[in-house]
């Protein structure tokens, strides 16, 4: 068959399919919308919380309504002991409990440390600590105004105590994402994820359903061309594919969502070439080993959150076992995604994830001799077949 046929016959057998269709441009276009609208607003604000005061003096009166004025917590209820605070958070699905401790002004007065209590839901660790950092945000603050005034009543200037009540000053510049938020920091990984994802679970539906096929009906295209025609027209067909796609990610995602985006043109497109290869031929492998080509999707869908979290992003590499971060170096989204978030979000030259790079040429390569080899048995297996 020639180059024209084959490449006919591929388009055909890629927009035919409703499962690929579906997988490819359905799946990257809704996730694209869908993964990112719960944490549009970045990070949480106002979570409802339940204070329990004990002290009742004006002091812990306005520990309270500086709680209050802090973006992150919204104290909505009042109880008078521990126990009902507790029957309340459960009751009305809080976010935490608040309490103030007897004694409250009179230890800060004996300049004693009063200690703030604050219990929470730690499962949803995002609010917990949101929650968390507002109440250390206004004790902090009551507490330097407390210790400025001692300060300016023992004959130190206003100014001066204003300065020099703390011996240690922050000064807190946010790096690689200024906002704080949820979708800086984990978008662009995951983006990177579902376009290998799904660019997988494409390449590996039309090889399952074509190993559907019953061998006895009449030879199919894929059955009569050169494999490695067909290896090479498959390939580029579904790099050109997800190229585009690839740019609608990078270029309309992140500007819409205001995710940063530091890379030249050139160099990022120098980067998603054996990105795109290795992902692709990866897939091709799947589809000519799996007999249905349903299993490619779930298969694909399982390991998912297996590799999202052991890409080291969200999960430290330091507690992942060593052997299996070795054994997932070959799967082309883990040296990925560490490539893509240097370069496009925390402006690294392209000389710095060069190894990177390589790495993903030898997932190329490697994945592109066993495609190779598998095709080359199928042929076998099929001249052998007919003979008997």
């Known amino acids: 068959m020639s180059w024209y046929q084959i490449c006919k016959q591929e388009i055909q057998a890629i927009f035919t399919n409703p499962a690929i269709v579906l997988t490819v441009f359905g799946g990257v276009l809704l996730y694209s919308f869908l993964y990112p609208l719960p944490y549009a607003q970045q990070i949480p604000r106002n979570q409802r919380v339940v204070v329990t005061n004990l002290d009742g003096s004006q002091l812990s009166r306005q520990l309270e309504r500086m709680v209050n004025a802090t973006p992150q917590v919204e104290l909505v209820d009042r109880a008078y002991s521990i126990e009902e605070a507790q029957q309340i958070f459960v009751k009305k699905e809080l976010a935490g409990v608040l309490v103030i401790p007897e004694n409250f002004y009179r230890d800060l007065l004996l300049g004693k440390r009063p200690i703030l209590s604050f219990a929470g839901d730690a499962s949803y660790f995002l609010v917990y600590g949101t929650v968390l950092e507002g109440?250390?945000?206004?004790?902090?603050?009551?507490?330097?105004?407390?210790?400025?005034?001692?300060?300016?009543?023992?004959?130190?200037?206003?100014?001066?105590?204003?300065?020099?009540?703390?011996?240690?000053?922050?000064?807190?510049?946010?790096?690689?994402?200024?906002?704080?938020?949820?979708?800086?920091?984990?978008?662009?990984?995951?983006?990177?994820?579902?376009?290998?994802?799904?660019?997988?679970?494409?390449?590996g539906i039309i090889g399952g359903k074509q190993n559907e096929s019953d061998p006895g009906q009449k030879q199919?295209?894929?059955?009569?061309?050169?494999?490695?025609?067909?290896?090479?027209?498959?390939?580029?067909?579904f790099v050109s594919i997800y190229w585009l796609l690839s740019a609608y990610y990078f270029g309309f995602c992140f500007s819409f969502y205001n995710i940063p985006h530091l890379a030249d043109f050139s160099e990022l497109n120098l980067l998603i070439l054996p990105f795109l290869l290795s992902a692709t031929l990866l897939g091709i492998c799947l589809g000519l080993i799996l007999p249905r080509r349903e299993l490619a999707t779930l298969l694909v869908l399982l390991?998912?959150?297996?590799?999202?979290?052991?890409?080291?992003?969200?999960?430290?590499?330091?507690?992942?076992?060593?052997?299996?971060?070795?054994?997932?170096?070959?799967?082309?989204?883990?040296?990925?995604i560490k490539a893509f978030i240097a370069l496009n979000q925390m402006g690294a030259d392209f000389v710095d994830i060069l190894p990177i790079w390589k790495q993903l040429w030898y997932c190329t390569a490697f994945y592109g001799i066993i495609c190779w080899l598998l095709l080359h048995r199928k042929r076998y297996n099929l001249i052998t077949a007919r003979k008997l």
């Not at 005034?149 to 690689?176: D, K």
């Not at 290896?231 to 580029?236: K, P, Q, Y």
């Not at 060593?322 to 170096?329: D, E, S």
């Open 220 to 237: 199919r295209y894929w059955q009569t061309a050169a494999p490695m025609k067909l290896l090479l027209v498959r390939t580029a067909l």
């Open 303 to 336: 390991s998912s959150i297996p590799l999202i979290f052991s890409s080291g992003l969200i999960w430290p590499t330091s507690a992942i076992p060593g052997p299996v971060t070795a054994l997932i170096q070959v799967i082309p989204v883990i040296p990925a």
């Open 135 to 203: 109440m250390a945000t206004a004790g902090n603050t009551l507490a330097a105004g407390i210790k400025i005034s001692r300060m300016a009543m023992s004959g130190h200037p206003l100014s001066l105590a204003t300065e020099q009540y703390s011996a240690v000053r922050l000064s807190l510049h946010p790096v690689f994402n200024p906002t704080m938020g949820y979708v800086n920091y984990v978008i662009p990984a995951v983006f990177i994820l579902i376009l290998h994802q799904t660019l997988i679970m494409g390449t």
